[in-house]
């Protein structure tokens, strides 16, 4: 008996842990872009680094939104095996698409997206939070990155006797500077698992409740949150291995190069604002808006609004953090409508 349920438990799990690989090429950009962009970091080294503070960012900051994910915008009852893999697999796939095209996409957003479908079509919906804490947030939030960067740029770049006194050839040769833009990137990838493991270890949390009838008081979810996390968190490393190089190439060579001193505060200020959202409200968002916001911010204050605009992979960037969200909530409501009319989901 116990035999065959964890064999039907591992359906979902292996999902959660193939949408973890997706997300890890997806995160590696914003984390280590910056770092790359400017020639700081080799890109062997960036798996390793970004696997590690991923996790310890899980662990020590990411319960908030662990409960969000699981409980906040659907029903934590409502996360049965069959949904739970429904809703896992329609954010990895529409994030493998965004990873193989090679633009950094927000998992968070792919993953509120495919939890809505499911509530939209049995009518349970919890949009309170949805509507007025997450969605602003998804707005304000890269708004705030893109100022602050765009502020701090135009006083650098335009001030020039601050240009002049800093060189930058001679900041990029020294390595005690080098590694506080590499503990910068640490600092996002930490970010990052304070918010975005969360989009597979929520699920798996609440799923792993249902099925088991475990008491649903704190102490346990607690438990089966950390447990979920140490084999979620892991797989952002693998995702990096295989997806990063291509990502990292998109957003820190095809946007605009960096030196260090844009590198690290393009880290610090998007870093920040994640973990802001992570450990005050718990609020899923999206780190790779906030630093691709951050990135142009800094661009257009270097090189000017057209450049970055019409010369980069602006466009590109913006059409597919369109679409991969819908694709999320598409693919989420048709498996739940072929699944209720099988009755995989009674």
């Given at each position: 008996?116990?035999?065959?349920?964890?064999?039907?438990?591992?359906?979902?799990?292996?999902?959660?842990?193939?949408?973890?690989?997706?997300?890890?090429?997806?995160?590696?950009?914003?984390?280590?872009s910056a770092a790359y962009g400017a020639n700081i970091i080799r890109k062997d080294l960036i798996p390793g680094l970004?696997?590690?503070?991923?996790?310890?960012?899980?662990?020590?900051?990411?319960?908030k939104v662990v409960l969000t994910i699981s409980k906040d915008v659907l029903p934590g009852e409502a996360m049965t095996l069959v949904l739970t893999t429904i809703i896992l697999l329609s954010v990895s796939i529409s994030l493998l698409i965004a990873n193989l095209l090679g633009v950094t996409q927000s998992t968070s957003q792919s993953t509120v997206f495919a939890l809505i479908g499911p509530g939209f079509y049995f009518n349970i919906l919890k949009g309170e939070k949805l509507l007025?804490?997450?969605?602003p947030i998804w707005f304000i939030l890269p708004i705030i990155a893109f100022c602050i960067t765009l502020f701090?740029?135009?006083?650098?770049?335009?001030?020039?006797?601050?240009?002049?006194?800093?060189?930058?050839?001679?900041?990029s040769q020294n390595r005690f500077l080098?590694?506080?833009?590499?503990?910068?990137?640490?600092?996002?990838?930490?970010?990052i698992g304070s918010n975005n493991v969360a989009n597979a270890a929520g699920p798996i949390a609440s799923m792993v409740l249902k099925e088991l009838s475990i008491s649903g008081n704190e102490s346990s979810f607690l438990l089966i949150m950390i447990l979920s996390t140490l084999l979620v968190a892991p797989c952002f490393g693998i995702g990096s291995s295989i997806f990063g190089d291509k990502l990292v190439q998109t957003t820190g060579k095809e946007i605009i190069e960096f030196g260090p001193?844009?590198?690290t505060l393009i880290s610090v200020v998007t870093a920040s604002l994640l973990l802001l959202a992570s450990v005050t409200r718990g609020i899923p968002t999206s780190l790779v808006q906030l630093n691709?916001?951050?990135?142009?911010?800094?661009g257009i204050a270097k090189i000017g609004w057209k450049e970055i605009v019409v010369g980069t992979a602006f466009?590109?960037?913006?059409?597919?953090?369109?679409?991969?969200?819908?694709?999320?909530?598409i693919l989420s409501i048709v498996l739940t409508v072929i699944a209720d009319y099988v009755g995989l989901l009674q």
């Open positions: 008996m116990i035999s065959a349920m964890l064999s039907i438990l591992l359906i979902p799990f292996l999902a959660a842990m193939f949408l973890a690989i997706n997300m890890g090429g997806s995160g590696t950009s914003p984390s280590f970004f696997g590690l503070f991923v996790f310890c960012g899980a662990i020590f900051a990411g319960k007025f804490e997450i969605i701090l740029g135009r006083f650098l770049y335009v001030n020039k006797k601050l240009l002049n006194f800093i060189n930058f050839k001679q900041i080098k590694g506080v833009v590499i503990l910068a990137a640490c600092y996002v990838a930490f970010a001193l844009g590198a691709t916001g951050a990135i142009i911010g800094l466009k590109k960037i913006l059409a597919i953090w369109i679409i991969a969200p819908f694709i999320a909530f």
